[in-house]
């Protein structure tokens, strides 16, 4: 039998790869492009390894819109999950939560020379919090505290709406959680968006080999652009927040999920311990207690650079106790950190919860010159931090129980409150009503 080799290109730095660009992998699109004889391509937003996104204007409302081109062998579970969520029986459950999921405007399918994609028709974003946070200009990737606080508590809020709606996430950290776009982008033209953000810059793709392309590959591709904001520079107004990616999301009532899909520093522990009981709501707790961590400071609770599952493990029980005693006996590694007993070896540097809220938090907020958290609110976040990471899944508390607890009412919700009510302030301040998507001119972006 003889193999098939995949054909080179020539590398292109920030794109998708090229070789993806076959039957059955990504639809061939160009700036300029009209999709579904309603939406003009205006600029590519980014990729992923089944999809690319592309920001596209809709000339039946004259609003810009994301649109997300699926492989032909993805599919639609996303857009069936998000649809379901956009719906209205959902939505009039949570006023808090159901702004806070990607909306829903459009689904179409594409069929071009390598197959038939889906494509979802969403809200534009800015970009990742962990985008903003890598972009930063500050020796320290931070937010600033309010703008921090108002985050968290949205995320806990989308999460308790999705949970309440009878689905886990299963992928929570902050590269899926956005940055909304101000409601004023839609007064802007093409041009004048060109101006404020760059215009495309084409690649040409170019086969090693020399020889011409085939049909299912386009002349050029495009580097995404950047719409986001750096994180010390995004006020309380502009901290709306989108959670996306829904592509391992799951209903624990309708399918058992043993497997998590979260990165290594954030996926709970009894994915790895207890392999026989299905991941249920109580995994999204675990994962948000480590993003609501790094939204409010430099670096994750539990650092996965270079790191094992064993040493994540590690990590974990420095910070939180010891393990339940029948994952204890399951470790095999355990002699390389402990004795027997439980003590950690000579070797071990132990990062107690305080050095690391001092470590990840306290210190670099101060570097940065920014606010830090006094001891009342310390305590408050240790107390709820500290029972969201309950290893054991069932000691966790709910999401809507995690929104009662003393830091989101005193601290987190009051903070999402005025982001939320800023909007309102500044539409009704220019003479606009609070529902509406118009923008009196001369209003700034940023």
């Known amino acids: 039998m003889s193999t098939v080799h995949p054909i080179l290109y020539e590398p292109v730095d920030d794109v998708e790869r090229l070789d993806v660009y076959r ?8 700036v300029g492009d009209h999709l579904h004889n309603r939406y003009g391509v205006v600029h590519k937003l980014g990729h992923g390894s089944f999809s690319t996104i592309w920001l596209a ?9 994301a649109i997300k081109v699926g492989t032909a062998y993805s599919d639609h579970k996303e857009a069936d999950i998000l649809a379901e969520l956009a ?41 990742s919090l962990a985008d903003a946070k890598e972009a930063s200009t500050f020796p320290d990737g931070m937010f600033q505290l309010d703008v921090a606080r108002s985050m968290a508590a949205q995320v806990a809020m989308a999460v308790a709406f999705i949970h309440d709606n009878g689905y886990v996430h299963g992928d929570l950290h902050l590269g899926n959680i956005l940055l909304q776009f101000p409601w004023r982008l839609d007064l802007l033209s093409t ?10 810059d084409p690649q040409p793709v170019v086969r090693a080999d020399g020889e011409s392309l085939s049909a299912g ?3 050029h591709v495009f580097p995404p652009v950047w719409l986001g904001k750096i994180s010390e520079h995004i006020t309380l107004a502009q901290a709306k927040i989108l959670l996306t990616d829904f592509g391992v999301a799951f209903r624990p009532a309708q399918e058992s999920r043993f497997k998590s899909y979260s990165p290594l ?9 207890d392999v026989t009981t299905p991941l249920s709501f109580s995994s999204d707790i675990w994962s948000l207690a480590c993003a609501i961590w790094e939204i409010l400071g430099l670096r994750p609770l539990f650092d996965g650079w270079l790191c094992t599952e064993d040493d994540i493990t590690s990590d974990q029980i420095e910070a939180l106790g010891p393990l339940p005693p029948e994952w204890w006996k399951k470790w095999d590694a355990r002699s390389k950190y402990y004795t027997e007993d439980g003590q950690p070896k000579e070797s071990c540097e132990a990062w107690s919860w305080n050095q690391r809220l001092e470590r ?8 940065s010159g920014l606010d830090i958290l006094e001891e009342e609110e310390q305590d408050a976040l240790f107390e709820m931090l500290w029972r969201m990471l309950a290893f054991r899944p069932e000691d966790r508390p709910s999401a809507n129980e995690v929104l009662q607890m003393a830091w989101m009412r005193n601290w987190a919700i ?9 909007e309102g302030d500044m539409k009704q301040r220019i003479g606009l009503p609070k529902s509406s998507n118009s923008q009196a001119p001369g209003q700034d972006l940023n």
């Open 360 to 367: 990840d938090i306290q210190d670099p907020r101060r570097r």
């Open 217 to 219: 590959v386009p002349s």
């Open 265 to 273: 520093p954030i996926r709970p522990p009894e994915a790895r311990f």
């Open 23 to 30: 039957p059955g992998g990504y639809h061939p699109i160009q």
């Open 87 to 127: 719906s209205p029986a959902c939505r009039k459950q949570d006023q808090r939560g159901n702004k806070l999921i990607t909306p829903v405007f459009d689904r179409f399918t594409l069929d071009g020379p390598n197959g038939t994609h889906p494509c979802l028709v969403t809200s534009p974003a800015r970009c």
């Open 57 to 65: 204007k809709d000339e039946q409302l004259s609003k810009y819109v």
């Open 414 to 422: 009051p903070d999402s409150e005025r982001t939320w009510n800023n």
């Open 191 to 200: 041009s004048q968006l060109y101006e404020e953000f760059g215009h495309p």
